[in-house]
């Protein structure tokens, strides 16, 4: 193949190709020329806004640059990749798991399997201190850590036969570090389920339009299950058209539900309501057949997904839209509303997603290895889906900062700082100095048809006020922006209904292989109550979570998307400290910076947050010194703000003792890992020879 | 690449996506390596990997954060 492309390149009587080469050469200066210039412009800009293509122009030549070069030297210098080895879908093709698929069509599958909410609202919350600080990390953190981690587990899977990250773990680190990386994978998922689930609550408190569409999906996707089922077996066009025109059916029905005086009051809840329904719906969707809720409502949101994000980007494009929000604003002090803790580390841990995710190591290792035609691919697929991963990240911010910051501030502010009325809310934004007035937030609330825009933190709602106006740029002017509101409403919950249904399914078995180390019968996946059981634990893990965060007065989202940031980076570092001791038992330690600095730094920033989130002084900060505040005001007989009767007191004591355990256990978890990770990367350095338990060329399994 | 080559191949990625890999590549596949032995229909391959991506511990529709 490569000998093949390489001799179309001379073709007798053609270009030399010393002039093919320079001109290329040129092309990659133009290229680098171009993204300095729009880095400097995004960087230096300051009292004036400026274009938000300025923003798309230097990430997408980074972008091009660090694929073109960086990712281009870990395959050749690093990993030392071997197009002529045969690949997993190669040695064991079955048709089924197991094709050699082609590179283009891979590409889709990752990155649609990557591609979530994470990337949409990290960003958004990172906002409070400005586009630039999250801008620098989202292009920074994606090419240097994000897109590496993912490239290399890819890779480290492909040549294991498509293992697993846990197995990865326990075959290259030992039994012990498996077990522990095994614990860490499920706190992790507990958590993401539960702040996934809190950002649909958010959205959808006292919003009749919204909750109605979002209701409405339910028999929707029955419907489609059916059909996929019984009526047109296996049309996944067809289920999913019929699916697409009933939605946007009750995207328009839904303006008259929430016009409607009768209909409107069945479909206003409050937070808690909204929990616990999410919870029952939780446990339900998860026991049902996989063919009638789960998988067409995938089909659904995984090809609205992939539309929205398109569309996203031509809006952006179109509308060229300016950039209302400063480049840095005061909150990197660490006093923001959004979520507290001073830019270092706390940026870091709230980008998340978009820069680097732990949780791409999961999928890195799950179906793409066992469908990679060549060992070469890898790269195109692992690196570059997730640059496209971290652009998705880029627009999501820039959605964000066409608001005005006034507008920003109001919506993503708990309602424990900014009050619960349009006037106080005005005042206390202004007084940031985010000049807004209460006519403004009115006007902004009835656009996109809801009473309220204030405190709706979580990234949905902002996100989709942004692109609201964005798209109607694009398409119906201001009359249609209530309707692009919603249906951005929409496509987010529909997406984190697929996952939290998914994800309760994927914990439980998790649940059942880790208690099933102790009560064999609890393994027994064909067990009806074994299953029963491991669900009502999965569920009850996040939607404890949850419903602490839909009662908290500080409005949840602050505590719970840093714990959910510190979990995800933190797992991020496992998959990166299992890259480095694969490198070192390949003999290639002198290559290992590559995985080791990026490492180290998610290391230091995630200890850094825990340490702080453990023990930090300011309540606002450390879990102990808010459990501190209120025991005491406690003892005193007295009651402290934000809480408003003893038993908020009671409960911000309870939520503070569980989110340290929880953090702690996040800390003990890497630790951990990091020493099994030293331990067996000194042992490889000790030896003379490679180490690494690939599957050779022979093609056996081990 | 002719357009209709082009379709088939939008229509495999998005039916990849959602874990239905190319069904005529199987039978294929089935031909070839093992032949005479039985072939899952269209419908009952559409059903095997469906339950592979949602029933079992692979996580289908499991979106990273």
Redesign the interface.
């Given at each position: 193949m490569g000998g093949v492309l390489a001799s179309q390149g001379r073709k007798p009587g053609g270009t030399p190709p010393e002039t093919h080469a320079f001109l290329a050469m040129m092309g990659w200066a133009g290229v680098a020329i171009l993204g300095a210039v729009s880095l400097a412009v995004v960087a230096l800009g300051r009292g004036e806004t400026i274009n938000a293509l300025w923003l798309v122009t230097a990430s997408l030549c980074t972008y091009l640059i660090a694929y073109r070069f960086y990712s281009l030297y870990i395959a050749r210098d690093v990993l030392g990749v071997d197009p002529a080895r045969p690949t997993p879908a190669v040695r064991h093709n079955d048709g089924l798991d197991y094709v050699p698929t082609n590179r283009y069509v891979l590409f889709g599958h990752h990155f649609a399997a990557i591609a979530g909410a994470g990337p949409l609202v990290g960003p958004v919350l990172a906002a409070q201190m400005g586009y630039l600080p999250g801008t620098l990390w989202l292009i920074v953190g994606v090419v240097f850590a994000g897109a590496v981690q993912d490239y290399v587990v890819l890779f480290i899977s492909t040549r294991r036969d498509g293992r697993s990250l846990g197995d990865l773990v326990r075959s290259e680190m030992g039994n012990a570090a498996g077990l522990v990386a095994m614990v860490g994978v499920l706190a992790i998922m507990v958590i993401l389920l539960a702040v996934l689930a809190l950002i649909v609550v958010r959205a959808l408190v006292g919003s009749p339009w919204g909750t109605f569409t979002v209701f409405a999906t339910i028999p929707i996707a029955l419907l489609m299950g059916v059909y996929g089922r019984y009526i047109r077996p296996g049309r996944i066009g067809e289920m999913s058209g019929i699916g697409l025109v009933l939605l946007m059916l009750a995207l328009i029905g839904g303006q008259s539900v929430s016009e409607s005086e009768s209909l409107a009051p069945l479909f206003s809840y409050t937070g808690p309501q909204l929990a616990l329904l999410l919870i029952v719906y939780g446990f339900i969707a998860s026991v049902l057949p996989v063919w009638l809720l789960l998988a067409p409502r995938d089909y659904l949101s995984t090809f609205l997904k992939i539309g929205t994000i398109c569309a996203l980007a031509i809006g952006i494009a179109i509308v060229m839209p300016p950039l209302h929000m400063p480049a840095v604003t005061k909150f990197i002090d660490g006093t923001g509303p959004v979520f507290a803790g001073s830019l270092f580390p706390f940026l870091f841990i709230t980008i998340a997603c978009g820069a680097v995710s732990g949780f791409h190591a999961l999928i890195s290792s799950g179906t793409t290895p066992k469908m990679l035609e060549n060992e070469a691919h890898a790269r195109a697929i692992g690196y570059g889906s997730m640059l496209a991963e971290s652009f998705v990240g880029i627009m999501a911010l820039i959605a964000a900062c066409v608001l005005e910051p006034g507008v920003y501030f109001a919506m993503n502010a708990p309602a424990g700082v900014i009050g619960t009325t349009a006037d106080q809310a005005a005042q206390v934004v202004s007084g940031w100095g985010f000049t807004i007035t209460p006519d403004m937030l009115n006007q902004i609330a009835t656009d996109i048809g809801e009473k309220s825009i204030l405190s709706r933190a979580g990234g949905a709602p902002t996100l989709a006020v942004g692109m609201a106006q964005i798209l109607s740029g694009v398409v119906g002017g201001k009359g249609l922006l209530a309707f692009w509101y919603h249906f951005a409403i929409l496509f987010e919950a529909l997406f984190i209904l697929t996952t939290i249904d998914a994800g309760t399914r994927v914990a439980r078995f998790m649940i059942q292989d880790l208690v099933g180390m102790a009560i064999p019968a609890f393994r027994h996946t064909h067990s009806w109550g074994a299953n029963v059981a491991a669900t009502t634990l999965a569920v009850a893990g996040w939607g404890y979570f949850l419903y602490q965060g839909v009662t908290d007065p500080l409005g949840g989202i602050n505590t719970l998307w840093p714990l959910f940031g510190i979990a995800n980076q933190m797992l991020a570092a496992i998959a990166l400290v299992l890259c480095t001791v694969v490198l070192f038992k390949m003999k290639r330690q002198r290559m290992a910076w590559v995985t080791i600095v990026p490492a180290t730094w998610l290391l230091v920033c995630t200890l850094v947050a825990g340490w702080q989130k453990l023990f930090d002084p300011s309540p606002a900060i450390g879990f102990l010194a808010s459990y501190d505040k209120f025991a005491a005001a406690s003892v005193a007989g007295q009651i402290a703000a934000p809480a408003k009767t003893a038993a908020d007191m009671g409960r911000i004591m309870t939520n503070a003792v569980v989110d340290a355990v929880m953090t702690g256990l996040f800390i003990a978890v890497v630790l951990a890992v990091l020493g099994f990770g030293l331990v067996s990367a000194l042992k490889a350095l000790s030896r003379a020879e490679v180490t690494t338990r690939e599957v050779g060329y022979a093609g056996a399994a081990e | 690449m002719t357009a209709h080559a082009f379709w088939r191949?939008v229509?495999?990625?998005?039916?990849?996506?959602?874990?239905?890999?190319?069904y005529d590549?199987?039978?294929?596949?089935?031909l070839e390596?093992h032949p005479g032995e039985t072939v899952m229909s269209?419908?009952e391959?559409?059903?095997?990997?469906?339950?592979?991506?949602?029933?079992t511990?692979?996580?289908?529709?499991?979106?990273?954060?």
């Open positions: - | 191949r229509c495999e990625t998005l039916r990849l996506m959602v874990g239905q890999p190319d590549r199987y039978v294929a596949h089935r390596h269209r419908v391959f559409f059903r095997d990997r469906q339950d592979r991506r949602y029933a511990r692979s996580g289908g529709g499991l979106r990273c954060c």
